[in-house]
Nanobody, 119 residues
Framework: QVQVVESGGGLVQAGGSLRLSCAAS????????MGWYRQAPGKQRELVAT??????????DSVKGRFTISNISRDNVKNTVYLQMNSLKPEDTAVYYC??????????WGQGTQVTVSS
């Protein structure tokens, strides 16, 4: 079992920035792709960005241009992934979840962190 814990959410005004962090517990298995997803009230959970263990990144179309290629990053030694969110909009308001993929096929989710962007 891998424990995944997110932090860094909060309330910010439109145009502001937040940095989310996600730490996965130590595991004997290799951690592969880590990523951020979000779920707004009444909507399905959707991809925000992912990063592989080799630092290959992928961003959802909804955040491209605002979340640049360097906005998701990870520290493989600490099993931690970060998401720097800039130019936030009210439509970015959601619970942000971290997913950690483990070699062997396991995927683990954190409990989520609330991001609220006021207009």
């Amino acid at each position: 079992q891998v424990q995944v814990v997110e932090s860094g959410g909060g309330l910010v005004q439109a145009g502001g920035s937040l940095r989310l962090s996600c730490a996965a517990s130590r595991t004997i298995f290799s951690i592969n792709t880590m990523g951020w997803y979000r779920q707004a009230p009444g909507k399905q959970r959707e991809l925000v960005a992912t990063i592989t263990s080799g630092a290959r990144t992928n961003y959802a179309d909804s955040v491209k241009g605002r979340f640049t290629i360097s906005n998701i990053s990870r520290d493989n030694v600490k099993n931690t992934v970060y998401l720097q969110m800039n130019s936030l909009k009210p439509e970015d308001t959601a619970v942000y979840y971290c997913q950690t993929g483990v070699a062997g096929g396991g995927n683990y989710w954190g409990q989520g962190t609330q991001v609220t962007v006021s207009s």
